[in-house]
């Protein structure tokens, strides 16, 4: 990792007080300088925290360098840095680099993780810390109460999370914005789900959690980058971190349907020799339609084992040791 200012040695507040926000940006500078601005009142309302600022420049086109953040004179906030990545790593994967590069920067007692475009609303960043003091041995995810987008994202929103429900057993009902505990966020650099969904690594992780409701709030500028092929393939990796899980469901009901499909064809053969019930060509269109069936059951569950047994060969992914091959430089734009 190449540094392209000097870092901030640690020192100055202690740890008990310290608090990194991890803010993942796509070229939407200036929703982000509007979220700084307003960190930095909360900050002033705060004096008995630190706030810390990283956002992660995740291959954006737009150089940082030429937006309202540099020069910009802060209040309250104790320091604000863009990790700047050698390329588009994903949303996901730009956040699991920002937290492995935060907790390399300082001693800081918790990480909070939100987007940078409004929708997390920094207003309830005072519940979040609140709510960790008393609880600070949990992550405290910030939980949908109300959402602020049209009728088919939330209809589509609600299918995604039956979904995840009924393929996972888990229920999910929170984002990014969360407050991860020091000690909570060491642990889950190290999981390999966090490389593909944040908020499910963090139910997977099995970590203690306690939660806020937070109502989705409205983007500070622009448009949403996010399209719905983008918005199904994020559903699909959350439950990506649960794929073991869903293959042995998976093997499970291919399981009942051969089962059912072998039953179906004896009873089809057996009502064909042993009765007169019989319809003329029936039997031998139940049997090929059973038939199809238990050879699709068979196949569905081969290639299911197969996948897990490849998955279980296959190196995997571990964010903190390949994290900093993916970040160029951290640039430090604000420091007191």
């Known amino acids: ?5 000097e870092q901030p040695a640690p020192g100055g507040q202690s740890a ?21 601005d307003k960190l930095d009142k909360i900050a002033a309302s705060l004096p008995e925290w630190r706030f810390d600022i990283l956002a992660v420049d995740d291959g954006s086109e737009s150089d940082f360098r030429s937006s309202a953040l540099v020069d910009r004179r802060f209040t309250a906030l104790a320091s604000l840095q863009v990790a700047e990545l050698v390329c588009n790593v994903g949303h996901q994967r730009a956040i699991a680099v920002g937290l492995t590069a935060a907790l390399l920067n300082r001693e800081y007692e918790a ?29 405290i995810t910030a939980n949908r109460s109300e959402r602020s987008e049209g009728l088919a994202f939330r209809v589509f929103y609600q299918i995604y999370k039956v979904l995840f429900r009924g393929m996972t057993g888990q229920t999910i009902a929170f984002g990014n ?30 970590a203690p959690k306690q939660s806020i409701w937070a109502r989705r709030a409205v983007r500070y500028d622009g448009q949403s980058k996010m399209s719905f092929v983008a918005l199904i393939l994020h559903g699909l990796s959350a439950m990506s971190v649960y794929s073991d899980v869903l293959f042995v469901r998976l093997l499970l009901t291919s399981s009942v349907f051969m089962l059912l499909s072998t039953i179906g064809i004896i009873a089809v053969l057996g009502i064909r020799i042993g009765t007169d019930l019989a319809i003329p060509g029936w039997a031998s269109t139940m049997v090929a339609a059973l038939g199809l069936m238990l050879v699709q059951s068979i196949a569905i569950s081969l290639g299911g084992v197969l996948i897990v047994l490849q998955g279980r060969v296959t190196p995997t992914v571990i964010p903190t040791i390949v994290a900093p091959r993916y970040l160029r430089s951290i640039h430090t734009l604000h420091s007191r």
Do not use: K, Q
């Not at 490389?195 to 139910?203: D, K, M, R």
């Open 111 to 139: 990480v909070i993780v939100m987007d940078g475009d409004g929708e997390d609303d920094p207003d309830y960043v005072p519940a979040l810390l609140a709510m960790h003091r008393s609880h600070p041995g949990c992550v």
């Open 1 to 5: 990792m190449n540094d392209a200012t």
């Open 16 to 36: 008990e007080t310290s608090v990194v926000f991890v803010v993942p940006v796509l070229d939407d500078w200036v929703s982000f300088a509007r979220l700084v």
């Open 177 to 206: 914005y969360s407050l991860i505990p020091r000690r909570i966020a060491e642990r889950l650099v190290w999981r390999p789900e966090i490389w593909n969904n944040l908020a499910a690594a963090i139910i997977r992780s099995r």
